[in-house]
């Protein structure tokens, strides 16, 4: 899977791919030295878990876009893969095209999801209600905008759907990153899938 995708990236226009690790401590090593725009990192790596590499990652380069790609797709993994840092969650079973659309989603700042995935977050907004959502602190457009996020809409598709700018789209992304404490859409997702205590 690792060869078959760096010989995908490194055969398309427009990406170079700089270096495919086995391990997360290959990647603790190298990624801070090489760089990229843009990980894709698995869950099950062996040895340290691809969750605790994206934290550590994440904390030593805070601006850096992590893609989940894995066959995983339990609601928890999600969540803790999220709330460590990554930028978007992604199944396996995705076309090579749709991958390379997805990094390039994730390189201009958005959160790249697979459907499935993005249904499952649609769920949990919808089993936990109103009264446990993050999104009882929103208006009702910021909610309307965060949910379309959260089914997979980028933000072109989320202005068309709502008929306003992309402007005004990121002017509400950037009251509910406020609003919410977080820094990016996959970070107020990750609020939705937070366990109830």
């Known amino acids: 899977m690792r060869e078959g995708l760096k010989m995908v990236l490194s055969g398309s226009p427009g990406f170079t791919c700089v270096c495919a690790l086995a391990d997360a401590e290959s990647a603790l090593h190298r990624i801070p030295l090489e760089l990229p725009d843009v990980v894709l990192m698995d ?6 878990s691809g969750i605790e590499c ?9 601006n850096l876009r992590i893609i989940m790609l894995t ?7 999600v969540f803790h893969s999220l709330q460590a840092g990554a930028s978007g969650y992604l199944v396996k079973n995705l076309p090579p095209a749709e991958i390379l659309e997805c ?3 994730a390189h201009r700042g958005g959160a790249p999801m697979s459907s499935q995935i993005a249904r499952m977050v649609v769920q949990s907004f919808h089993q936990r209600g109103a009264a446990s959502s993050p999104q009882q602190h929103l208006t009702p457009r910021e909610a309307e905008v965060l949910d379309l996020f959260a089914q997979g ?3 072109k598709e989320v202005a068309e759907s709502l008929t306003i700018s992309t402007g ?3 002017s509400h992304l950037r009251n509910i990153y406020a609003k919410l404490h977080v820094r990016s ?5 990750a609020l939705s899938l937070r366990p109830r205590n």
């Open 168 to 170: 005004t789209v990121e």
């Open 54 to 62: 994206v934290r550590q990652l994440r904390a030593q380069i805070p």
């Open 185 to 189: 859409i996959a970070g107020a997702v």
């Open 71 to 77: 066959i995983e797709a339990n609601s928890q993994r």
């Open 43 to 48: 869950i099950h790596l062996p040895g340290q």
């Open 103 to 105: 990094i390039q989603e």
């Open 153 to 155: 809409y980028r933000t």
